[in-house]
């Protein structure tokens, strides 16, 4: 009976939380499919037993008068009262405000799943929806992306224009023209659409987007009525800022090869979504409520927000002792004991949901996630891209319509400036005498030539007249300089070569899909001078395992002489010859100690040998840790004296700061310099007030910077591509470090003409799906011109050994002098047990032989009084020993 009770004790208090826990949810009487996937994540979370396996949860559900904030009051109040754990919901702002103060008040977690225009949110709460300026971002970076300039705004709630406030404010820094118009609510959609197209009669639609932002139950009606006024034809384009477009049924705008592009945070794909999806369709069949095809955001995200509650208490479970979620009384102020604790542990949390991942800052703002690009073509809704944390756009394929990549741009003959860099673009070698686009081979030349063939189109290749890739030599009126500068001027359709995509010339250039990814990297010279020690015999071994092998030493010659003075047997008679002498000598002195140790440790003799059990234990634990040691040092030096190791002055471009002996530059024009140019960030800012102070660091093409590097004492800031273009084929030249940044070659092409980057895009998302890239890749960086002659052999460099390599080494000789002290302890009992009296205190004996070993005073001593005694009794059994056994016997019976 005591044990079950300890066990039910046990059982107590290694759950700190309650058995039920109370979780509160309000709802409008329209929220149906919120209501059941809140009781759904409950269950879930209840039927997994590796999720709060000692506790329940409980869904409290109250319904709530839309907009009315006394309704809500007193629902919250009713929840409190029933001692929740938290609050989730509601959807509208009024609601939800008033929510928010309660909680705060009565510091009560609450958890939101609706969109919020505030800057700052209140300590109680956190918003799983991402925030109204991250979501502006993202289309803001895709019509810059896409090169769309004249918008045309329309919205149904008044709460709109605040939520596309940052969008707004756009207008006089991008130079867009916005138009701002709002459905009125007595009239039909198409009204607002048919004066739309009247105004825009006379100026072609076809470079105006729409921005569109309605709610999702509204937006299938906004759409249709659109189609019914011609508003829905191959010249429109659509922005939609419901991120639940999914959920609208789209068919009969499938064909109207209208550009109708949407956003979802929702993955529709993973099995728990499906799981999820058909486990709601069953409820409400049981409810007798039509089924859904797809759930909505706001209903991922409440499932999301339960199971993260859920993680949150059970980190809470390990770490805080929470008993029980108390009553809360809105009338007496009350509060709860763990809210703010609940919305740290929240805040601080991560979790991948149905949503993506979720992740909150210190205001309790959702961060770091990420939208699928969504736009409508021939089979229904496709994903053609993600927008990612840190505003990273992933654009995957191109729906573009048929008329504008048939009939529009194939079929036509392009002018095509380049420069002549490896290898993308550069002269032939022949013998005979080359015209035209013959002259010419790389891995440029060749992506136009699978372009052309791929798109139907013929085209004409020029050298840039300056030999530059461009740069704003004019800001005042817009003069760019190089290949930038001649597809502005029309001297040129597009420009095809390293053309690295910036924010500055994207306000110029439209650009095409990348072609290829890098980042500014260090080229620079190998060291010629191997390094050269006098104390190399010392590599093998790290600074620390020395100092633990001197520790070791000094700590075992310690221990020997020690366990040595202790033992009995160690002790020995100083004349053997005179046995009723009473003089005993120790041979393991200090000194003694050291050399035996040492001895052993340079595997040579010693003189003196342990000859007791425990001085021996001590021993062999030494020869083993020697045996290991000396055999890993010796093995190290021979790799250590056979392999060359190089040693670069630099590391990285934060040593190229630190020093003055080693000078760096990089292109005097092109997206290198604007880089450093433009950076806020302190260490690249000083870079470019040196190259800026130094003009002679600036090269005026990447071939003279690689001759400087060969000079020496030079290091040259360039993309990372050419380097390892350089670094295969000229062996004594290498990379240093990793990227600096992170950019993009593309197509670039003259501001406005949207659809034809748009249209080689799509080729260049063809090649690259059918391996085209990739293989020219491979032929000009590692095949032609001399390719593959710097293979990187497999790294002769040798590691020194490490505490982690042969630290076990010093755990057993830890544990055999342990043990070889607890030998001489029992030597030294056993002794005195046999030949001592019991008037003797054991204790007092042997502190007494502790206190002479830590002397270190001699290495003779006094025979001990038990000894003297054992000597004297053997004496005088010798004298009176006839030599009959029976006399022998009959005297040792005597007392």
């Given at each position: 009976?005591?044990?079950?009770?300890?066990?039910?004790?046990?059982?107590?208090?290694?759950?700190?939380?309650?058995?039920?826990?109370?979780?509160?949810?309000?709802?409008?009487?329209?929220?149906?499919?919120?209501?059941?996937?809140?009781?759904?994540?409950?269950?879930?979370v209840?039927?997994?037993?590796?999720?709060?396996?000692?506790?329940?949860?409980?869904?409290?559900?109250?319904?709530?008068?839309?907009?009315?904030?006394?309704?809500?009051?007193?629902?919250?109040?009713?929840?409190?009262?029933?001692?929740?754990?938290?609050?989730?919901g509601?959807?509208?702002?009024?609601?939800?405000?008033?929510?928010?103060?309660?909680?705060?008040?009565?510091?009560?977690?609450?958890?939101?799943?609706?969109?919020?225009?505030?800057?700052?949110?209140?300590?109680?709460?956190?918003?799983?929806?991402?925030?109204?300026?991250?979501?502006?971002?993202?289309?803001?970076?895709?019509?810059?992306?896409?090169?769309?300039?004249?918008?045309?705004?329309?919205?149904?709630?008044?709460?709109?224009?605040?939520?596309?406030?940052?969008?707004?404010?756009?207008?006089?820094?991008?130079?867009?023209?916005?138009?701002v118009?709002?459905?009125?609510?007595?009239?039909?959609?198409?009204?607002?659409?048919?004066?739309?197209?009247?105004?825009?009669?006379?100026?072609?639609?076809?470079?105006?987007?729409?921005?569109?932002?309605?709610?999702?139950?509204?937006?299938?009606?906004?759409?249709?009525?659109?189609?019914?006024?011609?508003?829905?034809?191959?010249?429109?384009?659509?922005i939609?800022?419901?991120?639940?477009?999914?959920?609208?049924?789209?068919?009969?705008f499938?064909?109207?090869?209208?550009?109708?592009?949407?956003?979802?945070?929702?993955?529709?794909?993973?099995?728990?979504?499906?799981?999820?999806?058909?486990?709601?369709?069953?409820?409400?069949?049981?409810?007798?409520?039509?089924?859904?095809?797809?759930?909505?955001?706001?209903?991922?995200?409440?499932?999301?927000?339960?199971?993260?509650?859920?993680?949150?208490?059970?980190?809470?479970?390990?770490?805080?002792?929470?008993?029980?979620?108390?009553?809360?009384?809105?009338?007496?102020?009350?509060?709860?004991?763990?809210?703010?604790?609940?919305?740290?542990?929240?805040?601080?949390?991560?979790?991948?949901?149905?949503?993506?991942?979720?992740?909150?800052d210190?205001?309790?703002?959702?961060?770091?996630?990420?939208?699928?690009?969504?736009?409508?073509?021939?089979?229904?809704?496709?994903?053609?891209?993600?927008?990612?944390?840190?505003?990273?756009?992933?654009?995957?394929?191109?729906?573009?319509?048929?008329?504008?990549?048939?009939?529009?741009f194939?079929?036509?003959?392009?002018?095509?400036?380049?420069?002549?860099?490896?290898?993308?673009?550069?002269?032939?070698?022949?013998?005979?005498?080359?015209?035209?686009?013959?002259?010419?081979?790389?891995?440029?030349?060749?992506?136009?030539?699978?372009?052309?063939?791929?798109?139907?189109?013929?085209y004409?290749?020029?050298?840039?007249?300056?030999?530059?890739?461009?740069?704003?030599?004019d800001?005042?009126?817009?003069?760019?300089?190089?290949?930038?500068?001649?597809?502005?001027?029309?001297?040129?359709?597009?420009?095809?070569?390293?053309?690295?995509?910036?924010?500055?010339?994207?306000?110029?250039?439209?650009?095409?899909?990348?072609?290829?990814?890098?980042?500014?990297?260090?080229?620079?010279?190998?060291?010629?001078?191997?390094?050269k020690?006098?104390?190399?015999?010392?590599?093998?071994?790290?600074?620390?395992?020395?100092?633990?092998?001197?520790?070791?030493?000094?700590?075992?010659?310690?221990?020997?002489?020690l366990?040595?003075?202790?033992?009995?047997?160690?002790?020995?008679?100083?004349?053997?010859?005179?046995?009723?002498?009473?003089?005993?000598?120790?041979?393991?002195?200090?000194?003694?100690?050291?050399?035996?140790?040492?001895?052993?440790?340079?595997?040579?003799?010693?003189?003196?040998?342990?000859?007791?059990?425990?001085?021996?234990?001590?021993s062999?634990?030494?020869?083993?840790?020697?045996?290991?040691?000396?055999?890993?040092?010796t093995?190290?030096?021979?790799?250590?004296?056979?392999?060359?190791?190089?040693?670069?002055?630099i590391?990285?471009?934060?040593?190229?700061?630190?020093?003055?002996?080693?000078?760096?530059?990089c292109?005097?024009?092109?997206?290198?310099?604007?880089?450093?140019?433009?950076?806020?960030?302190?260490?690249?800012?000083?870079?470019?007030?040196?190259?800026?102070?130094?003009?002679?660091?600036?090269?005026?093409?990447?071939?003279?910077?690689?001759?400087r590097?060969?000079?020496?004492?030079?290091?040259?800031?360039?993309?990372?591509?050419?380097?390892?273009?350089?670094?295969?084929?000229?062996?004594?030249?290498?990379?240093?470090?990793?990227?600096?940044?992170?950019?993009?070659?593309?197509?670039?092409?003259?501001?406005?003409?949207?659809?034809?980057?748009?249209?080689?895009?799509?080729?260049?998302?063809?090649?690259?799906?059918?391996?085209?890239?990739?293989?020219?890749?491979?032929?000009?960086?590692?095949?032609?011109?001399?390719?593959?002659?710097?293979?990187?052999?497999?790294s002769?460099s040798?590691r020194?050994?490490?505490?982690?390599?042969?630290?076990?080494?010093?755990?057993?000789?830890?544990?055999?002098?342990?043990?070889?002290?607890?030998?001489?302890?029992?030597?030294?009992l056993?002794?005195?047990?046999?030949?001592?009296?019991?008037?003797?205190?054991?204790?007092?004996?042997?502190?007494?032989?502790?206190?002479?070993?830590?002397?270190?005073?001699?290495?003779?001593?006094?025979?001990?009084?038990?000894?003297?005694?054992?000597?004297?009794?053997?004496?005088?059994?010798?004298?009176?020993?006839?030599?009959?056994?029976?006399?022998?016997?009959?005297?040792?019976?005597?007392?």
């Open positions: 009976m005591l044990t079950w009770g300890l066990l039910m004790s046990y059982v107590f208090l290694a759950n700190a939380l309650p058995t039920v826990i109370r979780l509160g949810g309000l709802f409008d009487a329209s929220e149906k499919e919120q209501q059941l996937v809140f009781q759904i994540a409950v269950d879930r209840n039927n997994n037993n590796a999720v709060l396996p000692f506790s329940n949860l409980s869904a409290l559900k109250e319904i709530h008068q839309p907009d009315n904030s006394f309704d809500v009051s007193k629902k919250v109040c009713k929840l409190l009262r029933k001692g929740i754990a938290g609050i989730f509601p959807q509208t702002a009024l609601a939800a405000s008033h929510v928010q103060s309660i909680s705060d008040a009565l510091e009560v977690p609450h958890i939101e799943i609706r969109w919020d225009y505030k800057l700052q949110r209140d300590d109680l709460s956190v918003n799983l929806h991402p925030h109204a300026s991250a979501l502006n971002q993202a289309y803001i970076d895709v019509v810059r992306r896409w090169g769309w300039r004249k918008f045309i705004i329309i919205y149904e709630e008044s709460e709109a224009i605040v939520r596309l406030q940052d969008f707004l404010t756009q207008t006089s820094s991008s130079e867009w023209e916005i138009q118009y709002q459905f009125p609510p007595d009239k039909p959609y198409r009204h607002l659409f048919l004066q739309i197209r009247s105004s825009q009669a006379s100026i072609s639609s076809e470079d105006i987007c729409i921005l569109l932002d309605v709610p999702a139950k509204s937006l299938g009606a906004v759409l249709k009525q659109a189609q019914q006024v011609e508003m829905m034809t191959v010249k429109n384009k659509y939609i800022t419901s991120m639940d477009l999914h959920t609208v049924d789209l068919e009969d499938q064909y109207s090869r209208a550009n109708i592009t949407g956003f979802k945070i929702l993955n529709s794909n993973s099995v728990v979504y499906e799981d999820l999806l058909e486990e709601t369709n069953k409820r409400l069949r049981r409810h007798k409520e039509e089924q859904i095809t797809s759930l909505t955001t706001a209903s991922a995200m409440m499932y999301d927000a339960v199971m993260l509650f859920s993680k949150v208490l059970q980190d809470i479970d390990g770490g805080k002792f929470v008993n029980s979620f108390p009553p809360i009384s809105c009338i007496e102020m009350t509060k709860g004991t763990d809210g703010t604790s609940i919305i740290n542990y929240m805040k601080s949390n991560k979790l991948r949901g149905l949503t993506g991942q979720i992740h909150f210190g205001q309790g703002f959702r961060t770091s996630f990420v939208l699928d690009i969504l736009q409508l073509s021939k089979n229904g809704l496709e994903k053609i891209g993600t927008v990612g944390p840190g505003r990273h756009i992933n654009i995957t394929k191109l729906i573009t319509p048929e008329v504008a990549t048939t009939y529009q194939s079929n036509r003959k392009y002018i095509i400036t380049t420069i002549l860099a490896k290898p993308f673009a550069m002269l032939k070698y022949s013998s005979k005498q080359l015209s035209g686009n013959e002259r010419y081979e790389g891995f440029s030349i060749d992506l136009i030539e699978e372009l052309s063939h791929k798109l139907k189109f013929s004409e290749i020029r050298e840039v007249e300056d030999s530059k890739h461009g740069y704003e030599v800001k005042a009126r817009g003069i760019w300089n190089g290949m930038v500068g001649e597809v502005l001027r029309g001297v040129a359709d597009m420009a095809v070569a390293d053309v690295t995509i910036t924010s500055d010339r994207e306000k110029v250039l439209d650009f095409s899909h990348p072609f290829m990814n890098t980042g500014i990297s260090i080229l620079f010279k190998k060291p010629t001078e191997k390094v020690s006098l104390f190399s015999f010392l590599s093998p071994f790290s600074t620390e395992v020395w100092f633990f092998v001197m520790m070791a030493f000094t700590g075992v010659s310690f221990i020997l002489f366990v040595g003075r202790l033992s009995p047997y160690e002790w020995e008679n100083i004349n053997p010859c005179r046995q009723d002498e009473k003089i005993e000598e120790n041979c393991f002195t200090i000194l003694n100690s050291m050399w035996f140790t040492i001895a052993s440790l340079m595997q040579q003799g010693c003189e003196v040998a342990p000859r007791s059990s425990s001085t021996r234990t001590i062999g634990i030494w020869y083993f840790f020697t045996l290991i040691m000396i055999s890993s040092y093995a190290n030096l021979a790799a250590f004296l056979t392999v060359e190791r190089v040693v670069y002055p590391e990285s471009y934060k040593d190229l700061i630190k020093q003055t002996k080693i000078k760096y530059g292109l005097e024009s092109g997206s290198t310099r604007t880089f450093f140019q433009s950076s806020s960030i302190p260490t690249f800012h000083k870079m470019w007030e040196y190259m800026s102070a130094n003009k002679e660091v600036l090269m005026k093409s990447n071939e003279a910077g690689k001759e590097v060969y000079e020496g004492n030079y290091a040259y800031l360039m993309e990372a591509a050419s380097i390892q273009y350089l670094t295969e084929r000229e062996c004594n030249l290498t990379q240093i470090g990793g990227l600096l940044d992170h950019k993009s070659y593309g197509i670039a092409t003259k501001k406005g003409n949207g659809s034809l980057s748009a249209w080689l895009s799509g080729g260049i998302l063809k090649l690259q799906e059918e391996g085209v890239l990739h293989t020219l890749e491979e032929r000009w960086w590692k095949e032609k011109r001399g390719g593959g002659q710097c293979v990187v052999k497999p002769g040798v020194e050994l490490g505490l982690s390599n042969v630290g076990g080494v010093f755990v057993v000789l830890l544990a055999g002098g342990m043990l070889a002290a607890a030998v001489a302890t029992l030597e030294f056993w002794k005195f047990r046999k030949f001592s009296s019991s008037q003797e205190d054991i204790r007092k004996v042997m502190i007494k032989d502790v206190k002479f070993a830590l002397t270190c005073s001699s290495s003779v001593k006094e025979l001990p009084m038990y000894k003297k005694k054992s000597s004297e009794n053997s004496q005088f059994k010798k004298e009176h020993v006839t030599g009959s056994k029976f006399e022998y016997s009959d005297f040792s019976n005597k007392e």
